[in-house]
């Protein structure tokens, strides 16, 4: 019996070497496995890289009343900015600067604005809607921290200013009255983003907030620009970057 019994201890020891010997191999395997997901190693370690972006945006004007309209020198009494959705394109030009934590980006894109104000005038049941479609070549420098990697991902914020003009829109015909708009801009812009590393390129998408820092407004002598001072942009976009 005693024989049985050492048999039997023996067979259960060889057993437990067996399990865990089976489990350091899974375990070792799965750290292997691990390592080789950590994908685009020596992405980060270029000094310069490039992309393109794909960019999702809502816009409204920032209207500040003239004393004309304060004054009440005419019948309107409500201007209102409207919100209004559109698109951009464009490229990614990235400088690595130090420690794999700072970048300066160069963005230029083409932006596809519809700028629309209402006007009202309740004495006579009128409301008037302006709008002005506008194309805009804009040129975004930004600042961009890096948070430390994580596996195949990073967070990131930016901040910089945005300098645009402006190379399309319909114009009214001439004698017309209408809201006129500048053709240059200048915004303060800052976001915060999520850096991926897929297997063949680097995916971030980011939300990127846009304030204008000059007056759009073109003063003429009409019912709409009177009643104006001075008009700036309110811009909120959501971007995705496709690095290579």
């Excluded at 019996?1 to 070497?17: D, E, P």
């Excluded at 645009?164 to 976001?191: F, R």
């Amino acid at each position: 019996m005693q024989r049985i019994n050492f048999w039997n201890k023996l067979y259960l020891h060889w057993q437990k070497i067996a399990v865990f010997a089976l489990l350091a191999t899974l375990s070792t395997g799965a750290f292997a496995q691990e390592a080789t997901n950590i994908r685009l190693l020596d992405f980060d370690k270029k000094k310069i890289h490039y992309g393109f972006q794909l960019g999702l945006f809502t816009t409204n004007l920032n209207v500040k009343h003239s004393q004309h309209f304060v004054d009440g020198l005419d019948s309107t009494v409500a201007v209102i900015p409207n919100r209004t959705y559109s698109f951009s394109l464009g490229f990614v030009v990235n400088f690595a600067l130090q420690d794999e934590l700072w970048d300066l980006r160069l963005l230029p894109n083409v932006s596809f604005y519809n700028h629309s104000v209402t006007f009202d005038y309740p004495e006579s049941s009128k409301t008037e809607l302006i709008e002005k479609p506008t194309t805009f070549l804009e040129l975004p420098v930004l600042l961009k921290y890096t948070s430390i990697r994580r596996k195949n991902h990073r967070f990131y914020l930016l901040g910089g200013f945005t300098g645009g003009i402006g190379v399309g829109g319909k114009k009214g015909a001439e004698g017309t009255e209408s809201l006129s708009l500048n053709n240059m801009l200048l915004d303060v812009t800052y976001g915060v983003g999520l850096s991926g590393y897929m297997q063949l390129f680097h995916f971030a998408p980011e939300i990127r907030f846009s304030h204008g820092l000059i007056n759009m407004h073109s003063p003429q002598d009409n019912i709409f620009s009177n009643n104006i001072d001075r008009i700036t942009t309110h811009k909120v976009s959501f971007i995705l970057n496709f690095e290579g």
